[in-house]
């Protein structure tokens, strides 16, 4: 099919692409990235597509965070340019395959291998321990927790995907888990964190054992996973002992989006989920 230029909405093939494509569950795991930042998070994403690429622009962290459907690095490249300043860090999530198409795409600054953990087994034999629901009153403390293992900052958002837990140590958050992203077919549990003072205690395990049963308690269908680096040994056999079963490697990979003169010219973009005009290529 010919490419007649990226377009900046998301178009009726795409979005025929996505529901169709997302009634398969371990595709959905693969893209779920894409999927998030074309569909539920979408207000706070650029998005430029045409028939042969489709890249998102997620603008509600540090550095932005692209994902892309597609097998063309030159136009993953180029695309990109319409979406961040040329010179821009960016993260990417992404399997074997599309690793590949980022490496020929970008300047490769770090790769970082991570497991997808995905849950098999019984959620009613998982036992939850002291873990409860957390909710927006909770912010500061989950914020204390962050800060004290090292954990990326908290915000409102976090409550907008599904549920939250911890474990109280009087009034000190001693634990938490929350769920990221929550899509039609799968949801990833994540910011997973135990206060130093009060390791060994079993909590970890609780907290992810809560999460599941909330989110299987909501829809039996649903498939649960979390994202657990390759070096974290000991944090892998714990996601094994709950049923959880290593799905595919994947690679957070930082990059450097490149200058005009390699990627093409880029559009101005006006402000994060907003339309803005791309000339057809």
């Given at each position: 099919m010919e490419d007649n230029g990226p377009a900046r909405q998301l178009t009726p093939p795409l979005t025929c692409q996505i529901e169709a494509n997302s009634r398969d569950p371990d595709w959905t795991l693969v893209h779920f990235t894409f999927v998030a930042e074309a569909t539920t998070l979408a207000d706070d994403c650029d998005l430029v597509c045409s028939p042969a690429m489709s890249v998102a622009s997620?603008?509600?962290?540090?550095?932005?965070?692209?994902?892309?459907?597609?097998e063309s690095p030159e136009l993953l490249?180029?695309?990109?340019?319409?979406l961040v300043d040329p010179g821009s860090e960016v993260h990417v999530l992404v399997d074997s395959e599309q690793l590949a198409v980022v490496e020929q795409a970008f300047t490769v600054l770090e790769i970082k291998p991570l497991w997808q953990m995905v849950f098999r087994g019984d959620p009613a034999i998982l036992d939850p321990g002291p873990a409860v629901p957390l909710t927006l009153k909770n912010l500061p403390a989950m914020g204390v927790l962050a800060k004290k293992t090292e954990n990326s900052t908290m915000g409102e958002e976090l409550f907008e995907h599904g549920p939250a837990v911890g474990i109280w140590e009087g009034r000190t958050l001693a634990a938490m888990g929350v769920t990221r992203t929550r899509l039609a077919a799968v949801a990833e549990i994540g910011k997973i964190?135990?206060?130093?003072?009060?390791?060994?205690?079993?909590?970890?395990?609780?907290v992810i054992a809560a999460l599941v049963q909330s989110l299987l308690a909501e829809d039996a269908t649903l498939t649960v996973f979390a994202m657990v680096l390759q070096n974290q040994a000991d944090f892998?056999?714990?996601?094994?002992?709950?049923?959880?079963?290593?799905?595919?490697?994947?690679?957070?990979?930082?990059?450097?989006?490149?200058?005009?003169?390699?990627?093409?010219?880029?559009?101005?973009?006006?402000?994060?989920?907003?339309?803005?005009?791309?000339?057809?290529?």
């Open positions: 997620y603008h509600g962290q540090r550095f932005p965070a692209l994902a892309f459907l597609g490249g180029t695309y990109a340019t319409f964190a135990t206060h130093p003072d009060y390791r060994g205690r079993g909590y970890t395990v609780s892998i056999r714990l996601y094994e002992e709950l049923d959880f079963e290593r799905a595919r490697p994947m690679y957070l990979v930082r990059c450097l989006v490149g200058g005009e003169g390699e990627c093409g010219s880029r559009g101005d973009r006006e402000g994060k989920g907003r339309e803005i005009e791309i000339e057809s290529m």
